[in-house]
Every structure is written in C-alpha cells, then in structure tokens.
C-alpha cells in the first residue's frame, strides 16, 4: 500500500497530506498548469483543495514566489481546475455504473438505503425538495453530494431524469467518494 505523503500548501504555509491537495507544475515555457494525476515532471507545486485558496495563490501571484521565477497562469486557471475536477467525477461515475455499483431511480435507492448497502449518496443539485428530504432521514450518517445536475448525470449515466444515485459499498465507492469529495470540498471550501 502507498504511503501518505505530505506537503506544503503555499497559500496557507500549513504541511498537508497531499491528497488533501491540488498539484500544479511549471511547463518548459513556464506556464503553470494542474498536475492532479502527478505524472507530469517538474517541481510540484500544491495549493489546498479549495477554490478560495488558489484565487488567493493566483491573486498574490504565489506560484511565482514559490519558485522564485516568472511564470504565466492561464487567466481561467480556477475554472480550469474546477473542470478537470467535475469531469474526474463524472468519469468516475461512469466506472461505477459500468461496474454495476451503483443504482439509481428513488425507488431503487430508497431500498438500497433500508437494507444498508448503500455507501454515499449523490443528487442532482436541481432535486426537489420532497424527494431529497425522504432519503436523507433514511440515509442516516451517509455523506450526500449535490455537485452536478440533472442533464450532467443524465449525459454522464445515459438515463432520463436522474436525480437519485446510492453507490453500493465497495473499493469502487471509495474512489468516487474520494474525487466527489475532492469536488465538494473545491467548490465549498
């Protein structure tokens, strides 16, 4: 098993584990760009997962002082990163699905959530209010995400009108559950 590592969050100066944090490196022409699969060569550079904090990176211009040189930041950096976030998740939904870890439709769910094997759950942002609130008072203790809407989990499932998604306990639901969470926490945080 891979052992955590740490790292230094150059906004706040706070030593993180870096799965807590966003890697970015430097490009030959200097140009910073996300590194969040950590393939790509260079120093890493690593903001904390929050959409706050790396406005703040690109504001006082930290990537530059970090490396002690100029670089260029995509003027949508932020929004860059927001996106590779939600497509990783979305991605991330169609594995589970293809694996048949996951089930949707209220229905379904509500079951699912009755018997205890459900692992999290995920609901269009755009749910209504009757529906979220049932399965949320039988979901108990379980995390519930609302980070895409209808037509995205429609696309990403190729369904009609998903609102409700129970993700069934296993090692695939724990990496959805890291990259939403990893989401959630940019977007909110």
């Known amino acids: 098993m891979k052992e955590d590592k740490t790292r230094k969050d150059i906004v706040s100066g706070n030593v993180m584990n870096d799965n807590d944090l966003l890697r970015f490196t430097v490009t030959p022409d200097n140009v910073v760009i996300p590194d969040f699969k950590k393939r790509l060569p260079g120093k890493g550079i690593y903001v904390a997962c929050?959409?706050?904090s790396l406005k703040i990176a690109i504001e006082k211009n930290l990537f530059a002082k970090t490396l002690k040189k100029n670089v260029k930041?995509?003027?949508?950096?932020?929004?860059?990163?927001?996106?590779l976030l939600r497509k990783k998740g979305l991605e991330d939904i169609c594995l589970a699905k293809k694996a048949g870890d996951l089930l949707t439709g209220f229905e379904k769910v509500a079951e699912a959530l009755k018997k205890g094997k459900v692992a999290f759950l995920l609901e269009a942002k755009?749910?209504?209010?009757?529906?979220?609130e049932k399965l949320v008072s039988w979901a108990k203790n379980l995390e519930v995400f609302m980070l895409y809407g209808v037509e995205e989990l429609d696309k990403a499932l190729d369904r009609v009108n998903t609102v409700h998604v129970a993700f069934l306990k296993n090692d695939m639901a724990k990496m959805v559950y890291n990259d939403l969470k990893k989401l959630d926490e940019f977007l909110n945080s």
């Open 126 to 132: 755009d749910a209504g209010e009757d529906g979220h």
């Open 50 to 52: 929050s959409m706050s």
């Open 73 to 83: 930041l995509p003027p949508d950096l932020a929004e860059m990163v927001e996106n």
